[in-house]
Nanobody, 122 residues
Framework: QVQLVESGGGLVQTGGSLRLSCAAS????????MGWFRQTPGKEREFVAG????????YYSDSVKGRFIISRDNAKNSIYLQMDVLRPEDTAVYYC???????????????WGRGTQVTVSS
């Protein structure tokens, strides 16, 4: 059974930083592209950042480019999202997702975590 478990969310002030983690189990992690998405009430889930299964390609939405960094550690079956210079508009539930062999920039991922709340106060 595949499980993706996010952690690291919380409350932070504008300009602050958070580091999200996602631990995967029940899958051959190195075969999966991994992504971070976020969603706020009343809006569709949006792509934030992703990394290819080969770890050679990284993708970011325009809204987070230059502020967020995605990384993966295949030895730990985990991905991370370092979020710096946070803004109130980054407030959302952040989800980790896995897609067998990619592509990365798509909403049709195969497996999803339950999400972790990130709140940025102004």
């Amino acid at each position: 059974q595949v499980q993706l478990v996010e952690s690291g969310g919380g409350l932070v002030q504008t300009g602050g930083s958070l580091r999200l983690s996602c631990a995967a189990s029940g899958l051959t992690f190195s075969n999966f592209a991994m992504g971070w998405f976020r969603q706020t009430p009343g809006k569709e889930r949006e792509f934030v950042a992703g990394v290819s299964y080969s770890s050679q390609s990284f993708y970011y939405s325009d809204s987070v480019k230059g502020r967020f960094i995605i990384s993966r550690d295949n030895a730990k079956n985990s991905i991370y999202l370092q979020m710096d210079v946070l803004r109130p508009e980054d407030t959302a539930v952040y989800y980790c997702a896995a897609k067998f062999l990619g592509p990365v920039v798509t909403t049709s991922y195969d497996f999803w975590g339950r999400g972790t709340q990130v709140t940025v106060s102004s």
